[in-house]
């Protein structure tokens, strides 16, 4: 299955709005559906946050221009929400697979769809 392939089947669950797939350093982006793309230093903050979770926690999660409230950041996932919309990030051992929900969607739905995903991901290697 191509990378595509993971970010379009979070799409359409209608959980997750947008995905996005890097690799496990955030130097490049491998997949990405409905134009989820960090930019600047975004995915490097995001990277960085799993190892050291202090600048997160501090300013929070930025995730295309828009500042996210951290709620959770440990070495395998980062949440995030704004409003009624959130950031769900999951760290396998090649990938950090990130799924933005939308309002209306309940934050344990969505994070569970995703990390699901993460966890299929780190079976078969990845």
Do not use: C
């Amino acid at each position: 299955m191509s990378w595509q392939a993971y970010t379009d089947n979070l799409i359409a669950t209608g959980k997750i709005d947008r995905a996005a797939l890097y690799s496990r350093a955030g130097d490049s982006q491998w997949a990405q559906s409905q134009n989820l793309v960090l930019g600047g230093g975004e995915i490097q903050e995001l990277a960085q946050g799993y190892d050291n979770p202090s600048e997160l926690q501090a300013k929070g999660l930025h995730v295309q221009g828009q500042k996210y409230f951290l709620i959770k950041a440990d070495d395998r996932s980062i949440y995030g929400k704004h409003d009624a919309e959130g950031i769900i990030a999951v760290r396998t051992k090649q990938t950090i697979l990130i799924g933005h929900y939308p309002a209306g969607v309940q934050a344990g739905e969505a994070t569970t769809i995703v990390e699901k995903l993460a966890d299929y991901l780190i079976s078969v290697g990845y």
